[in-house]
């Protein structure tokens, strides 16, 4: 039975008299233990996909079910009770300016009633799992963005939740601090093996952390799967932009009609091959890499290139049929936009 099951969901808003359906007949398993993504682009609904898991969003239509136990059918005090087990942490912080920090990761313990002995003591414990035991005792507002977010952890696991939802919780840091957040997660998910659903629009925090991910492309689900198979080979225009970067529905202004663009992912074999030096000699025609990247996708070094063929149909194919023999990953990139 998976942690958190989605079923048939819809979710419409009433906007000026108009319904606004954010998202559509979405689908969606995620086991116990996994560091999930949902990944799509600004107004996919990926944050209302992401609220309505803890019922902060009421489906118009659909299920969610959370170890089996669907939502919709508990009263007020035994949803309160289930959205203890959710912990959720937000791009803004949602810190209490008001309260120093121990006070800030004491607050949902208070409003569950335990001891304020025993939350402090709980608080300590969690400040020195995020690493920072040391700021105890200052305000928000002397803490600089990646330390809010490690206060902000720590609060949404004071309850010891099941599962952590965070929403958008990288985007206002510098990738620096990034990295060392999603590090963190990372480590707290091995550590406690609580369930991580990270919401995001930036494929790199996908690449780097998450087991598998889901695609939202105007509200639908458009592709599932794990990381590094979508990685290689997307199926989706959406996965396709979010990967490549190049985006859907460019002008003709835009377009570089004279280009075949290619997107090459190296696997294992072909990573230690001089394969552009090889096709240029063989071929004897110019081979233009538009983009160049190495990525981390759950610990392995994926190299991928973005490449303009030349004119000749002919020869593009046949060096599509050389990397692909050489057992490099391949497919089309439309419209590219440079």
Wanted: aromatic content about 4%; some cysteine; glycine content about 6%.
């Amino acid at each position: 039975m998976s942690e958190i099951e989605i079923r048939h969901l819809t979710k419409k808003f009433e906007v000026n008299k108009h319904w606004i359906t954010a998202l559509e007949d979405v689908n969606l398993s995620i086991e116990s233990g996994d560091i999930y993504g949902v990944i799509g682009m600004s107004g996919a609904g990926k944050s209302t996909l992401v609220r309505s898991i803890n019922f902060l969003e009421k489906p118009t239509e659909g299920q969610v079910l959370i170890e089996g136990t669907d939502l919709a059918e508990l009263s007020g005090r035994e949803l309160r009770k289930k959205r203890s087990e959710i912990g959720m942490i937000f791009q803004g912080f949602n810190l209490l300016e008001q309260k120093n920090v121990i006070d800030n990761v004491c607050f949902p313990l208070e409003i569950a009633g335990v001891k304020k002995k025993e939350a402090s003591a709980r608080a300590i414990e969690l400040l020195k799992m995020v690493q920072l035991e040391e700021k105890e005792r200052a305000y928000p507002s002397q803490l600089s963005g990646g330390q809010k977010q490690r206060v902000a952890i720590a609060r949404a696991l004071a309850t010891s939740p099941k599962i952590l939802l965070c929403d958008e919780a990288t985007s206002a840091l510098d990738p620096q601090t990034t990295e060392s957040i999603l590090k963190l997660l990372k480590e707290i998910n091995e550590k406690l093996g609580i369930t991580i659903v990270i919401i995001t629009h930036q494929m790199s925090v996908v690449t780097s952390i998450c087991t598998k991910v889901a695609i939202i492309d105007s509200g639908r689900l458009v592709e599932e799967g794990s990381v590094e198979k979508i990685f290689e080979s997307p199926s989706s225009d959406a996965a396709k932009e979010l990967l490549s970067g190049v985006k859907r529905q460019a002008s003709s202004l835009e377009i570089l009609p004279a280009y075949r663009v290619i997107r090459i992912v190296f696997s294992e074999n072909s990573a230690y091959e001089p394969v552009l030096s090889n096709v240029i000699l063989k071929f004897g025609v110019p081979v233009n890499i538009l983009k160049a990247d190495t990525k981390n996708v759950n610990g392995k070094a994926k190299g991928e290139m973005l490449l303009g063929l030349p004119d000749d149909p002919e020869v593009q194919e046949q060096i599509i049929a050389y990397l692909k023999e050489r057992e490099l990953i391949v497919s089309e990139v439309k419209d590219y936009a440079g």
